[in-house]
């Protein structure tokens, strides 16, 4: 797949788009051109590979009492930037670059947000859901972050990271449906 520059693109309004089942792939789109793709090799594995104009690189989850998502280069290989995960945000810093807090956005609300450090928004995330199948999203991208370089790592580490939690949301519809009681 061919993905035009970026900057070339207008980003203020994205669509995440399920485009495989097996392997879990999904699909950015600024209309009809392609931004990003993020692709699970493994049926709920941890590590997936992200595709933009800007090259390749992984995104793997790792840790059990401090959570993160690594994303990293491997032609050469570095580290581009992770994301944090907290109790009420998640932080990501961007390799020699930029910091930013992810976050719900809202109680009640099933969309994200990311803010830089003076707290503006940069990025809106609203998944979509079929049934209790993540389908896609919607993203909003504020003027001010369209042009920042960063901008496709961090679509990329927020979407895994929203990917990774339906997932495992997911594994435990079995135990949803038992009848529990005698």
């Known amino acids: 797949m061919e993905f035009p520059p970026l900057a070339s693109l207008d980003v203020s309004s994205l669509r ?3 485009t495989g089942d097996s392997p879990t792939e999904f699909r950015l789109s600024a209309g ?3 931004v990003l793709l993020l692709r699970w090799p493994r049926d709920g ?3 997936a590979t992200a595709e933009s104009a800007g090259g390749s ?3 793997t989850r790792a840790g059990f009492l401090n959570p993160h998502l690594l994303a990293r ?3 050469p290989p570095a580290s581009l930037g992770r994301l944090s995960v907290h109790l009420s945000h998640h932080a990501i810093d961007v390799e020699g670059g930029a910091s930013y807090r992810f976050r719900r956005a809202g109680l009640l609300l099933p969309a994200w947000k990311v803010v830089d450090a003076a707290n503006a928004e940069c990025l809106h995330i609203e998944p979509v859901r079929e049934g ?3 389908a896609g999203g919607a993203v909003i991208v504020a003027p001010a972050a369209a042009k920042r370089p960063e901008l496709v790592l961090l679509l990329a580490l927020t979407w895994t990271f929203i990917t990774l939690a339906w997932f495992e949301d997911e594994a435990l519809v079995p135990f949803e449906d038992r009848n529990v009681g005698p």
């Open 32 to 34: 009809e051109a392609p």
């Open 73 to 75: 280069s491997a032609d």
């Open 16 to 18: 995440w788009w399920k």
């Open 45 to 47: 594995g941890s590590t």
């Open 57 to 59: 690189w992984t995104i």
């Open 132 to 134: 209790r199948t993540l």
